[in-house]
């Protein structure tokens, strides 16, 4: 049943790196749009990078030049290299995966259908 895993999460001092991986199973495999959100405490999840097909790209202004999101051939796997690391980026990170996309328009929040469980990362100061 598990359809999206993540792993490379963990503690950090702020300005290091760290390379998130989401492997995709069943039903998400080959999905047409996936991406990484992230949620801190108190604050509601947000959209950090997204990937298409395509390759074409989307990012958060807050996380643009700093973080690049990449997909292996296969279309199995998500990756997101995350650079020059804040405190401010300290949240648990999700890994997501939508079924269906409507011409160029990047799915919203609600319609990523696939998730995964999350993986944590802790910048300090």
């Known amino acids: 049943q598990v359809q999206l895993v993540e792993s490379g999460g963990g503690l950090v001092q702020a300005g290091g790196s760290l390379r998130l991986s989401c492997t995709a199973s069943?039903?998400?495999?080959?999905?047409?749009?996936m991406g990484w959100f992230r949620q801190a405490p108190g604050k509601e999840r947000e959209f950090v990078a997204g990937i298409l097909w395509s390759s074409r790209t989307s990012y958060a202004d807050s996380v643009k030049g700093r973080f690049t999101i990449s997909r292996a051939s296969t279309k199995n796997a998500v990756y997101l290299q995350m650079n020059v690391l804040k405190p401010e980026d300290t949240a648990d990170y999700y890994c997501a995966a939508a079924s269906v996309m409507w011409g160029d328009t990047w799915p919203r929040l609600d319609e990523y259908n696939y998730w995964g469980q999350g993986t944590q990362v802790t910048v300090s100061s």
């Open positions: 069943g039903r998400a495999v080959n999905s047409p749009v």
